[in-house]
Structure formats: structure tokens, C-alpha cells
């Protein structure tokens, strides 16, 4: 969705593609399973499979 403001530049909103939860869930996906079926369902679920799989799977560090 385009969204003009006052100083005429154009943006664009989350809903104008693939959020970066799906992006990173089909990557965190294809990184354990390299299966394009879990690929896809887990870009579905997009957030929910990224918290589920940092709480799940040990050997994550936040740095």
C-alpha cells in the first residue's frame, strides 16, 4: 500500500510484501531441514516458528 505525506516522498507498509519474521523463518528452517515443504510452512507461521525454534533447539547465543 502506498502512502503519500506531506513532503511527497512514498512509502511503503508492512503489507506490501514478505515480512522479515517469514524471511527468517523459511531461512531458519531451510538452515535445519533443507526441505522446501518446512521451508514454506514455517514462512507461513513466520515469527511463531522463530521463537519456537530459539526456545526449542539449544546452541543459540543472543551475541
Known sequence: ????NR????RFGASAGIGFGSVLAVTI???AHHAIG????HG????LYVLY???KYDG????
Open 1 to 4: 500500500m502506498k502512502i503519500n
Open 7 to 10: 513532503s511527497g516522498s512514498v
Open 29 to 31: 528452517s531451510w538452515t
Open 38 to 41: 518446512w521451508a514454506f510452512i
Open 44 to 47: 507461513l507461521l513466520g515469527w
Open 53 to 55: 525454534y530459539l526456545f
Open 60 to 63: 543459540w547465543t543472543w551475541f
